[in-house]
């Protein structure tokens, strides 16, 4: 086998919530994660005149080469096993950049996942997952996919009931977030807070866990939440999750560190007008669904962020 081609799926966060910064400068969350069906294609294949790996396609739109994180999952992944071969990654992007969708992370898992397979490493999902955690906290949800309860830095993953039965439309206004600075904003916050002998109120999952248990769509969307929608405390996202509510979805919420915002829908008819509509207004809108698993090898199917 000369090349492999993989789905790199994108994520949601139906709950995020931020417990404390560690010492080590990542935070402890609490979140619930699921994956959708909106994807990069990742391409690799096997170069046989060096040893050294080499980005093309829609990663050169991105940041440097060496900054990527195909190209530090790639490296990490070679840094464990010994290949007579370089690499040629290629990547043909749909997930937003800076959305708060996991664009970065899946991108390294599905390199991850595609060298393993491709040169026949036969190295466990687990150990993969250790190795992704040292590019991106969520990488190893990308690599796991479906739905999961996370905590420690988003890298404990407890795999829970992935509950599919509802419409999502993902919007991602006019700009990005960064991640880092997202988190600086929220350790901003909170040293004001204990400064002033605030009292600092947590958000606890149990109601969405229950509800995705339970399969309760009405319970799951009012129970949606995001730690971040209140540190970054962004009007534009706030309009944006009124217009979904007033185009019938019945939850909306900021997906990760932003700035992409989701609806949840329980009609597909409703979904699709809501996506028409925001598409006149946003370049990157897409109509989606959850689904059980994460990064998985192409068979040749159209995809399809519709």
Known sequence: MLKITVNAAAKINLFLEIISKRD?????????MQAVDLYDTITIR???IDKKIHLEGDFLKLCS???NTAYLAAKAFLNEVEVQEGIFISCKKRIPQGAGLAGGSTDAAAVLFGLNELFLKKISIKKLCEIGKGIGADVPFCLMGGCHFATGIGDKLLKI???????????????SVSTKRAYEFYDDATHISQNNNAEYS?????????ALKNENLLDLSKNLYNRF???LNLKEIYKIKEDFMKMGALGSLMSGSGSSVFGIFNEKEKASACFDNFKKVFKE????????????ILNNKKISSR
Do not use: Q
Request: proline share 7%; hydrophobic share 35%; glycine share 4%.
């Open 24 to 32: 080590d400068s990542y935070h402890e969350l609490k979140t619930v």
């Open 285 to 296: 809108v897409f109509f989606c669904r959850p689904i059980g698993h994460g990064v998985k």
């Open 229 to 231: 929608e209140d540190i």
């Open 65 to 67: 080469p060496t900054k």
């Open 202 to 210: 947590f958000r606890d999952p149990d109601k969405i866990l229950n």
């Open 46 to 48: 096997k170069f046989l």
């Open 161 to 175: 009931h992935t509950f599919d039965k509802y419409f999502i439309v993902t919007a991602k206004p006019n700009f």
